[in-house]
């Protein structure tokens, strides 16, 4: 199975379950640069996963302002858009594994909606995010153990088959020699030798054959 780099929520490296540039993340690294998240730029990871948190955000016990809010809202929109882009490549992993990534997103929103009307402070909000995004790991983790099983499966399935069928060909070859019928051997028996002896008397002569 193929390993995925798909990053959700930002702060979600999952495990490798599938391989596959994610076109959401690209759209966030594209975008969330612009001025306007400058306001929350250290508050919270905008384009990065766990490696972009740092123990300031984890630790950050403050709320939002009004003057934040606006990129608060602009940037969960931002990754609602770019999530979008993902819909193909959901379409392409095991039903279970997009229902996750798809749960992890609107869990997501939730947590910055609440950090937006003040329920979260941002420490809350990233350290949630973390253990959101570590729930999401095990969950993948755990769908691509199963789908590698099924695949060996398949294989070992595969093989026992082909060598069944090996077996019952080398079996039939063998019927096959022991049903033919032998035929007798014939030995050759050599004419038995001809003598002919001849004795002569005078002017007559007398051959006997044997």
Not at 59 to 82: F, G, H, N, V
Not at 118 to 144: D, V
């Amino acid at each position: 199975m193929r390993s995925l780099i798909l990053t959700v929520l930002l702060a979600i490296p999952t495990t490798n379950v599938f391989a596959q540039q994610s076109a959401f993340r690209v759209c966030m690294e594209a975008e969330a640069g612009e001025a306007k998240y400058a306001p929350i730029s250290a508050k919270l990871a905008l384009s990065g996963g766990r490696e972009a948190t740092t123990f300031a955000m984890l630790t950050d016990q403050t709320m939002a302002s009004d003057s934040e809010k606006p990129a608060i809202a602009a940037w969960a929109d931002l990754y609602a858009r770019c999530f979008r882009h993902d819909a193909p490549y959901l379409k392409a992993i095991p039903p279970d594994a997009a229902d996750l990534i798809d749960a992890s997103v609107s869990a997501l929103i939730s947590l910055a909606a609440k950090l937006y009307i003040g329920e979260l402070t941002y420490g809350q909000f990233n350290n949630q995010r973390s253990e959101m995004g570590q729930r999401l790991r095990t969950g993948l983790a755990s769908i691509q153990q199963r789908e590698q099983s099924r695949v060996q499966a398949a294989a070992n399935a595969d093989y026992e088959a082909r060598r069944q069928m090996a077996i019952q060909f080398l079996l039939g070859q063998q019927a096959n020699q022991r049903s033919a019928p032998v035929q007798p051997f014939q030995m050759q028996v050599p004419a038995p030798a001809v003598i002919t002896n001849c004795f002569r008397f005078g002017t007559q002569t007398t051959c006997t054959t044997h």
